[in-house]
């Protein structure tokens, strides 16, 4: 059974920074590319950033430049650095796994993000 779990999530001032993680469990972790979405209050779901199993990255317009996703294999954990937060980022941090860059196929819980001051 796959397990993703989230955490990391809190509130922060605008302009703080925050570092997301993600760990695995029941896959095996480097097959698969890894990926943060989140959802806002009356938005849609939002792809925020990919990892492809060989460590491609791939970002939304509205991150880059601020946010970095990165991977641990030997510890089945993704990463989501997020610097220069803005309260627009305020949402639900999703972790997800795919084969490649295809749709999500396992999802974590969520992690709350609040950019506030």
């Known amino acids: 059974q796959v397990q993703l779990v989230e955490s990391g999530g809190g509130l922060v001032q605008p302009g703080g920074s925050l570092r997301l993680s993600c760990t695995a469990s029941?896959?095996?972790?480097?097959?698969?590319?890894m990926g943060w979405y989140r959802q806002a209050p009356g938005k849609q779901r939002e792809l925020v950033a990919q990892i492809a199993s060989v460590g491609t990255t791939n970002y939304a317009d509205s991150v880059k430049g601020r946010f970095t996703i990165s991977r641990e294999n030997a510890k089945n954990t993704v990463y989501l650095q997020m610097s220069s937060l803005k309260p627009e980022d305020t949402a639900v941090y999703y972790c997800?796994?795919?084969?490649?860059?295809?749709?999500?196929?396992?999802w974590g819980q969520g992690t709350q993000v609040t950019v506030s001051s």
């Open positions: 029941g896959m095996i972790f480097s097959q698969y590319a």
């Open positions: 997800n796994a795919a084969i490649e860059w295809g749709p999500p196929l396992y």
